[in-house]
């Protein structure tokens, strides 16, 4: 499956998703995306305190925070970065995850969680640089492809023919 066929697929799958499975997705892939680990590669001179605190916290407290909460946490660290183009990855990844969680959570808008989806592919690829032609041939990917496809469509990923015997 090459990048773009995977892409569609995500985008499928988050329009044909319960209400239920892809608030459950959003809430495991915004936890995913800011996990403690990618803010530390983080330089002092990246972020402001004051940003990196409301980066920390909001990291933290990604599934309690309310989004008035998140939106302030967004603008105090929009405020406080000072590098131009050159914000570590770990930082970016978790930032942008933030602004999608907040956008969800604010307007309920299905692209957003599409969005983290993404984001989270990248992720995976920022570690295993996957193949564009085949890019769920790394187990990484394969597996991070696996978990979103089982929390939009849990139903067709207990019932896929390929997990059931034909001798049961």
């Known amino acids: 499956m090459d990048y773009s066929e995977v892409e569609a697929e995500i985008l499928g799958l988050i329009v044909a998703a319960s209400e239920r499975d892809v608030h459950v997705f959003g809430e495991e892939t915004v936890t995913r995306l ?8 983080a ?12 980066l920390t916290t909001a990291c933290a407290n990604v599934l309690t925070i309310s989004a008035a909460e998140l ?4 603008a105090a660290i929009y405020d406080g970065i000072l590098v131009e ?25 299905r692209g957003e969680l ?8 990248e992720d995976v690829d920022h570690e295993v640089s996957a193949d564009l032609g085949d890019f769920l041939a790394t187990p990484q990917m394969a597996a991070e492809y696996e978990r979103i496809r089982r929390l939009l469509d849990p139903g067709a990923v ?3 023919p390929a997990r059931i015997s034909p001798l049961s």
């Open 34 to 41: 800011v996990r403690p680990e990618l803010l530390q590669g």
């Open 43 to 54: 330089a002092e001179d990246e972020l402001t305190d004051d940003a990196r605190a409301a």
């Open 71 to 74: 939106h302030d946490a967004l």
């Open 85 to 109: 183009d050159d914000l570590d990855p770990g930082v970016l990844t978790a930032i942008s995850a933030l602004a999608h969680w907040h956008s969800y959570l604010e307007q309920n808008r």
């Open 114 to 121: 599409y969005e983290l989806a993404i984001r989270s592919i």
């Open 158 to 160: 207990q019932s896929s």
